[in-house]
C-alpha cells in the first residue's frame, strides 16, 4: 500500500517561520519526492473554531493568510490537496463515533492539552469541543487512511492518540482504519523552534514570531532585537552557543552554501560557532549574517505570495476542489467505518 500524508494547520494567524521549520518546509520536500501516493493538507479551521468560538471572523479570515503561506512556500494543488476542514462534514460525524472509545481521563492526560488550557485560562471552563479536539484529528488522520503526519513536537500526543483509537476500533470491529506515524523535523533547533523573545515556543498568542510574509526589513529589526548569550559582554569573551536564539535560529536556516556567499570567511556552522566559544566574535556580525540567511530564504516565498495575493479568486478556487476531493475520500472511510460497525442499516 502506498504511503498517505495528512497535516495541516489551524488559521489563527499567518504562518511563522517556526511552522516553516517544524513541518511546512519538511512537506514541500516530501510533496515533491514523489514518495507518496497522496498528500492531504487540512486547513483546521472547526479545530480553531473549539478555542475561539466568540471570534468566528478571526478564522475566516485567515484561512486565506494560511492558504497563501502554503501556496508561498511550495505547496503545489496538482500535487498536494489542499483543502478546508469544515467542508468536509464526514469528519464530524467520524468524530462522534471515535469519542466512545476514549475516556475522560484519557483526554486529561495528555499534555500538549494540558499546557494549552493553561496557555488559555481555560481552567474550569474549558470548552468541550477543545477537549476532544485530539478526537476530532484522529478522525482527520484517519479519514484519509494517512499512514504519515510529518508535524511539530507537539503533535506527538496526539498522534499517538490517533494510534489508540485506531487499535480500539479495529479491535472491537474489525480491521478497518490505518495506524500513522508522526514524522517530526530531523533537527533537533526544528522541533520546537523558540520565538524571537527567547520563550521555548515561537507561537501565534504569543506575539514573538517571524512571519513568512515579514518585509526585509521587519526580519532585520526582529533579529536584532533577539536576545544572545547575556554574559557575552564584549567580542573579546567567550560566548555561549547553546540556548542562544541567534544561534539556534541559524541551526534551523543556515545551509553551507550561505557562508560561501553571505561569510567567506567559515566554512560552516560549526567553525562559526567554535570561534563564537573561544571569544573574538560580536553578536551583531552574527546577527547580520543571520538575518542574511534568513531573506535568502524567506525571498522566494514573498515573491510567490506577492504572485497569488494578486488572484484570491483562483486561491479560493483551489481550496473549493481540494475540499470536494476531501469529502470524496472521507465519504468512502465513513462508509468502511459504518459497514464495519454494522450500523449501514440502508
Ligand atoms: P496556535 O497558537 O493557534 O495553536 P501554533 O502557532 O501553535 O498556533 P498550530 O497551527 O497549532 O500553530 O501548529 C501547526 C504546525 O506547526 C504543527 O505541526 C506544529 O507542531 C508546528 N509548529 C507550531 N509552532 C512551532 C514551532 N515554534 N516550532 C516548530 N514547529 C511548530
Ligand atoms: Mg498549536
Known sequence: MGKIILTG???TGKLHVGHYVGSLRRRVELQNSGEFEKIYIMIADTQALTDNAENPEKIRQN???????????????????????????????????????????????????????????????????????????????????????????????????TREIVRKFNSVYGETLVEPEILLPDNDACLRLPGTDGKAKMSKSLGNCIYLSETADEVKKKVMSMYTDPDHLRVEDPGKVEGNTVFTYLDAFC?????????????????????YRRGGLGDVKVK???????????????????????????????????????????????????????????
Not at 553551507?256 to 566554512?267: G, M, V
Open 9 to 11: 494547520d489551524r488559521p
Open 63 to 161: 484561512i486565506i493568510e494560511v492558504a497563501l503561506d502554503y501556496l508561498s512556500a511550495g505547496l503545489d494543488p496538482e500535487k498536494s490537496i489542499l483543502f478546508i476542514q469544515s467542508q468536509v462534514p464526514q469528519l464530524t460525524e467520524l468524530t462522534m463515533f471515535y469519542m466512545n472509545l476514549v475516556t475522560v481521563s484519557r483526554l486529561q492526560r495528555n499534555p500538549t492539552v494540558k499546557s494549552e488550557i493553561q496557555m488559555r485560562n481555560f481552567e474550569t471552563s474549558i470548552p468541550v469541543g477543545f477537549y476532544c479536539y485530539p478526537i476530532s484529528q484522529a478522525s482527520d488522520i484517519t479519514a484519509f487512511k494517512a499512514t504519515t503526519v510529518p508535524a511539530g513536537e507537539d503533535q506527538e500526543p496526539m498522534v499517538e492518540q
Open 255 to 275: 545551509k553551507d552554501e550561505y557562508f560561501e556567499e553571505f561569510l567567506p570567511d567559515y566554512a560552516n556552522l560549526d567553525e562559526l560557532k567554535a570561534h
Open 288 to 346: 547580520k549574517f543571520l538575518i542574511k540567511v534568513l531573506n535568502a530564504e524567506l525571498e522566494p516565498i514573498r515573491k510567490r505570495r506577492a504572485e497569488y495575493e494578486k488572484d484570491i479568486a483562483y486561491v479560493y478556487e483551489i481550496l473549493k476542489k481540494g475540499s470536494e476531493t476531501a469529502r470524496e475520500v472521507a465519504q468512502k472511510t465513513l462508509d468502511d467505518v459504518k459497514a464495519a460497525m454494522k450500523i449501514n442499516y440502508f
